[in-house]
């Protein structure tokens, strides 16, 4: 989301550096900002606050 969280869905398990797992549902938004509550995951905290509208790489089919 832009100036916002990272949107994730579908069957995803979130794992720490330790390997133990968040506990997810089918769709969550991850915090991007670093000012989250409930990191990793977020809770609006970033809003007025954090400026970014990251896109993934355009990738072209080969003909």
């Known amino acids: ?29 991850l915090c991007r900002c670093g000012l989250s509550q409930k990191m990793p995951f977020c809770d609006a905290s970033h809003k007025g606050k954090f400026d970014s509208c990251v896109r993934a790489e355009t990738v072209l089919e080969e003909k």
């Open 1 to 29: 989301m832009d100036n916002g969280s990272l949107k994730v869905t579908g069957d995803v398990e979130l794992i720490d550096m330790d390997g133990n797992p968040f506990p997810v549902k089918p769709v969550f938004s």
